[in-house]
């Protein structure tokens, strides 16, 4: 599986963005997906998960009710909504896919076989 994410840029604080991330393959809907993000001086976090049937999703508590992950499995993408932008968003975004998610694993890093290229989202005060 190969992904592709873009949609990042630059925003005021309290805007909004989606990210797109694309992924090749027949089989993007046995895929889970996940968006993770990495600020400088910061580990890798997750932030928001799917299943690949869509009806299990994870989120960060640091962006519950901001943002939205959902999936398109007809055009093998998943997009993340992010609305009330804050500073502490900004990061670079990955997007990523496991053949094996699973509601307890589903914000680890580990649990994820392939990763997309990031895209950069800063986000103005």
């Known amino acids: 599986v190969q992904l592709q994410a873009f949609g990042g840029g630059l925003v005021q604080a309290g805007g909004s963005l989606r990210l797109s991330c694309a992924a090749s393959g027949r089989t993007f809907s046995r895929y889970g997906m996940g968006w993770f993000r990495q600020a400088p001086g910061k580990e890798r976090e997750c932030v928001a998960a799917i299943k690949w049937g869509g009806s299990g999703t994870y989120y960060a508590d640091s962006v519950k009710g901001r943002f939205t992950i959902s999936r398109d499995n007809a055009k093998n993408t998943v997009y993340l909504q992010m609305n009330s932008l804050k500073p502490e968003d900004t990061a670079v975004y990955h997007c990523?896919?496991?053949?094996?998610?699973?509601?307890?694993?589903?914000?680890?890093?580990?649990?994820?076989?392939?990763w997309g290229q990031g895209t950069q989202v800063t986000v103005s005060s």
């Open positions: 990523a896919a496991s053949s094996h998610l699973i509601s307890t694993t589903m914000r680890l890093e580990g649990a994820f076989d392939y």
